[in-house]
């Protein structure tokens, strides 16, 4: 397989389209990137989220850290809509905190899906590393874990360029995609066969109705 190194320094710690626009084709080829982040120890090597990777991960989560979905919906049950005068009541704001540092600290497990060089056989290793690692360092390699591990926003997709491809039936989806598809690929690919279903569904009751 061939990998494309994307080098991060101190003025590009995104790894998403700076211009909020992801064109498909870089999404379908996302399981080939690599992000190289440097640090006062050497370099760490990252890639997006294996959707293998992550199911094992979430099975390990579920076991060592049971309340973490509950955690995850709280936060989402506080923050989700919410106005600016609820989040400066401190029994709100306090919950908000204290939800996102437990979270914070139980995601990292996630790591160990997306750190590929040094090798991480374990959270032993992890913590080792992070422990090597300035503060800066860290905050930029917990937010590269978040984003690595994380399904891109589908509003964000422009799909013209398969849109074309499938018109004039070029293949721009092969088996290594498939053998290595990451999270955000897999999302968007079984959201294009959903809509795909549904329509088909729809011309079908339209036909019925007639």
Do not use: W
Request: charged share 30%.
């Amino acid at each position: 397989m061939m990998v494309v190194y994307k080098y991060l320094d101190d003025g590009d710690k995104q790894t998403k389209a700076t211009d909020g626009v992801l064109p498909v084709l870089e999404l379908l080829r996302q399981h080939r990137v690599r992000y190289v982040m440097s640090t006062e120890k050497g370099n760490i090597v990252l890639k997006h989220q294996p959707l293998r990777t992550k199911r094992i991960i979430d099975g390990i989560i579920r076991a060592i850290y049971p309340d973490f979905h509950t955690y995850v919906q709280e936060l989402h049950d506080l923050t989700d809509g919410i106005e600016e005068e609820e989040l400066l009541k401190p029994e709100i704001s306090g919950r908000i905190v204290e939800l996102t540092s437990k979270l914070r600290l139980m995601s990292q497990v996630y790591a160990l899906g997306v750190i590929e060089r040094p090798q991480l056989n374990d959270m032993d290793d992890f913590n080792d590393l992070y422990e090597q690692l300035t503060e800066d360092e860290r905050d930029k390699l917990d937010m590269l874990i978040q984003e690595l591990t994380n399904v891109c926003d589908p509003s964000i997709i422009d799909d013209t360029s398969l849109v074309i491809a499938n018109r004039y039936g070029i293949q721009v989806i092969d088996k290594e995609m498939l053998e290595q598809i990451t999270i955000s690929q897999a999302d968007y690919l079984i959201r294009q066969i959903n809509a795909e279903n549904e329509m088909m569904s729809n011309l079908m009751g339209e036909k019925v109705v007639k």
